[in-house]
């Protein structure tokens, strides 16, 4: 049966003056006891034994106890505390103090002014419900804990902190304003599910050191930092959460392998989704919306897994950069101000079945020969520039790829390799594939339709290597090769009303080409004379018939014959220099 004991400042039958006094009865009795407690304020630091609660006796809030430097509460044993306000400050080990047992914090404000909020000890275990705590962290160290409906604010560094092998579970509860982090979970277990974060100085929720961390439902918006963050091996998952307003939505790093579903990150300044530095992955059904650079980032030997997300607005869509893997499934990138992929800098991506709507760039490949990138039933549309581009020395295979309404469909430059298998341009204003500078094209079953200039052109010093195209009604050529373009082309088909099947220099091999537009050679024109200007020779004055000129001797005599008449037959002068081997008379 539980003991009951009331403490009123101002007296009363039965009443203790103060809280310490009534724990010290409940304690000589060694029974449960609850401890009602009149409103008030009491300077007190409280140390509770066995299993006691302490209960406002008024409305939650209505007793204040604290106001001294240092621990207020420290519980060992089975502790409920309702209703009551607990301030202090230089806390270091908590304002509340759960040493041993279990605490529970219900209707129940923590005020930690330069300290902690609240401290569980390894081996302990706290309940926190319906409270506040400000100011300060609240710390579960090796210890278990569960929170609901509570709200952390203002405090000087981490809200919340799950450490050294801890398991927390926080519902429903909103942290504002952290220094930090709003929720950290280190070496630890934590579950976040239908909770807000905002406005904290860093990553809003942050997961290291081999942590696992699920986070479902939750809310994250105007955060300094990443939204959520993954490093040091740390693992998990994170299901329909929103972020707004981040740095970053999400970052993965040094190792940490997170399951992310379902989520949005709208307005991220910088990354919607960002994986570096060895970190993995495994994203789906997921939306990024506006992001300030980057919407989806693999880079510095990222490796992420990317399936079925939405890409809208922003600058560029998804990027593999710096010697970063990724491979992208059933993804929609759309309405960007820049490129919708991006492969550079020695990195490998994956491509399949993904669609970029009306973005100025499609895929731009820029790198060494390390640079690759795989698309199979990629489709580009309303593209302003180029659906792809392949520069550098990358390698850029296309498999089933379409590219609708644009300037160019597919183009190859400085020593890139661009090899496309069953693909199809149509209605673009300018060609269908472009091959420049020392390019490599391999193209099978390519097919190119309603170009307004050429279906296929190679120049420079571009080698292409086509078998089976077809390029129909291309409003100027089918197939043009100038300068000292080279390759083949075979079996290809070239049909249409007016203007060139092929035109060529002499340099592409054609082999079964089936046309009934007419194939022409371009007559390269004969080169210019060659001048060479000697500025140490003599100069001669008028002109000058069977002359022999000798150069590099020490002397040199000049004889000039002039005749008058008919009748004249006389020299009329001999004139003889000794002229330095520089060209110097002397």
């Not at 009331?6 to 009363?12: A, F, H, N, T």
């Not at 039958?13 to 006094?21: L, M, N, Q, V």
């Not at 209703?83 to 202090?88: A, M, N």
């Not at 002014?113 to 319906?130: E, F, K, N």
Request: proline share 3%; charged share 20%; net charge negative.
């Amino acid at each position: 049966m539980v003991r009951k004991y009331v403490v009123s400042p101002g007296g009363g039958r039965g009443a203790h003056p103060d809280i310490g006094s009534a724990l010290r009865a409940a304690a000589a009795r060694g029974r449960a006891a609850r401890i009602e407690i009149a409103p008030g304020r009491y300077e007190e630091q409280l140390t509770v034994h066995g299993e006691v609660e302490l209960a406002a006796a008024g409305d939650p809030g209505s007793v204040v106890v604290g106001g001294l430097r240092g621990t207020v509460l420290s519980a060992l044993g089975s502790v409920v505390v309702r209703g009551l306000v607990l301030t202090g400050r230089d806390a270091d080990a908590g304002v509340v103090h759960c040493r041993t047992g279990s605490l529970t914090l219900d209707r129940v404000e923590v005020r930690a002014h330069r300290g902690v909020c609240v401290q569980v000890s390894p081996g302990a275990s706290a309940t926190l419900t319906d409270s506040a705590f400000r100011f300060g962290r609240t710390v579960f160290t090796g210890s278990a804990g569960l929170v609901e409906r509570c709200r952390f604010a203002d405090a000087a560094d981490n809200a919340v902190a799950a450490i050294e092998s801890a398991r927390v579970t926080v519902r429903d509860s909103r942290v504002d304003g952290a220094g930090i982090h709003g929720v950290r979970v280190s070496d630890a277990w934590a579950q976040l599910t239908g909770c807000e974060i905002t406005g904290t100085e860093r990553t809003a929720v942050i997961a290291d050191a081999q942590a696992e961390l699920t986070v479902e439902g939750c809310r994250i918006e105007g955060v300094h930092g990443a939204a959520l963050e993954f490093v040091e091996q740390s693992r998990g998952t994170v299901t329909d959460t929103r972020v707004l307003d981040a740095e970053n939505g999400i970052v993965v790093a040094s190792g940490a392998d997170p399951q992310v579903r379902g989520c949005v990150f709208t307005g991220c300044r910088d990354t919607g989704i960002h994986v570096q530095d060895a970190g993995r992955g495994a994203f789906e059904g997921c939306e990024v919306v506006d992001a300030g650079n980057v919407a989806v980032l693999s880079t510095r030997g990222g490796a992420p897994l990317v399936s079925g997300c939405r890409v809208s607005g922003g600058n560029v869509g998804i990027a593999v950069t710096d010697r970063a893997r990724g491979r992208f499934a059933g993804c929609r990138v759309r309405d960007l101000t820049g490129v919708g992929l991006r492969v550079w800098d020695g990195s490998k991506a994956v491509f399949e079945d993904v669609r970029v709507e009306r973005c100025p760039f499609g895929l731009d490949a820029k790198g060494d020969g390390g640079t690759t990138a795989e698309l199979t039933g990629v489709a580009f549309g309303d593209f302003d520039m180029i659906a792809v581009a392949a520069v550098g020395q990358s390698r850029v295979t296309l498999r089933s790829v379409t590219a609708e309404r644009g300037l160019l469909g597919f183009g190859a430059g400085e020593e890139a390799q661009l090899h496309l298998h069953d693909c199809t341009v149509t209605g673009v204003e300018t060609g269908g594939a472009l091959a420049f500078g020392t390019a490599r094209l391999v193209a099978r079953d390519l097919t190119v339709t309603g170009a307004q200039s050429y279906g296929l052109c190679g120049t420079g010093s571009a080698y292409l290597d086509v078998v089976g195209g077809r390029f129909e009604d291309c409003a100027a050529t089918g197939v043009r090769c100038d300068e000292k373009c080279g390759g083949r082309l075979a079996d290809c088909c070239v049909t249409g009303t007016s203007g060139t099947a092929v035109q060529h220099n002499g340099r592409v091999q054609l082999v079964s080409l089936r046309t009934a537009l007419p194939v022409r050679e371009i007559t390269e024109p004969a080169p210019p004379p060659t001048i060479v200007n000697n500025y140490h020779g003599p100069v001669f004055v008028e002109a000058v018939h069977s002359a022999q000129l000798a150069w590099g001797n020490t002397n040199v005599v000049q004889q000039q014959t002039h005749q008058n008449s008919p009748d004249d037959r006389s020299d009329r002068s001999v004139h003889t220099d000794s002229i330095d081997p520089d060209g110097a008379s002397r």
